[in-house]
């Protein structure tokens, strides 16, 4: 049976990054088949679906037998939506935190109810940028100066969508030449280099990531590569 895994997403860089992270862990910490024979996992993450962060999708109000005691989020909507069509096996809910006051708790809500699909929760924060530079190997002393952090080891102390703000992230990422990572950037960073940034930076939310990716993809994984 094939595997059918859906990135509900903001833009390129949660897609990329997503896929890329989850081949990489996958590889480190699946099962013997997928250490085996890494084209079997290629060709499951070549099956990911990239949904729109605005889907239409019917079936959000509250008659649905789905999310019931919900709050209105966009999560919620989304996956009452892939709840009522053709549920996939997986979906991963990607978006950044931005610092918003609600939006964690309104993903962890929505993600722990009762879906015929497994959910992972992906939540930069405070953006994808923030992961992409604690997740370099850059030199950021220069900038570190600038901000009297190092953006590398407290990416959370950054900040999102503030224009003008020397600590916006997508400005420190060009202020240290990083350039929007594709999907082999990501798949490139060695498992160790990852497991380290999550246990050293908790507050980024890539520590989350990592732990439902276990729990979600790479657990049910074990039972074998067409199960």
Do not use: Y
Not at 124 to 135: H, S, T
């Amino acid at each position: 049976m094939t595997r059918r895994l859906v990135v509900w997403c903001e833009d390129d860089g949660h897609w990329n990054a997503c896929r890329g992270l989850a081949q990489t862990l996958t590889s480190a910490e699946g099962p013997d088949w997928v250490r085996e024979d890494p084209d079997q996992f290629a060709n499951l993450v070549g099956q990911w679906e990239r949904l729109s962060d605005k889907p239409e999708a019917p079936g959000f109000g509250p008659l649905s037998r789905f999310g019931q005691g919900l709050p209105n989020s966009v999560f919620r909507r989304v996956l009452i939506g892939l709840a009522l069509r053709n549920a996939p096996e997986l979906v991963v809910l990607a978006m950044d935190d931005d610092h918003h006051p609600t939006r964690r708790t309104d993903l962890d809500r929505a993600a722990a109810a009762d879906w015929p699909f497994r959910v992972v929760r992906m939540m930069p924060v405070p953006e994808i940028e923030a992961w992409q530079i604690a997740l370099s190997d850059v030199d950021d002393s220069d900038v570190a100066v600038l901000l009297r952090f190092s953006p590398r080891r407290e990416p959370h102390r950054l900040t999102s969508t503030v224009r003008g703000d020397p600590r916006d992230a997508k400005e420190v990422a060009q202020r240290l030449g990083l350039d929007e990572w594709e999907l082999e950037d990501w798949a490139d960073i060695p498992a160790d280099m990852i497991r380290d940034t999550a246990t050293a930076c908790p507050e980024v939310g890539l520590r989350l990531f990592l732990d439902d990716l276990r729990r979600h993809l790479i657990k049910p994984l074990s039972t074998g590569p067409t199960s």
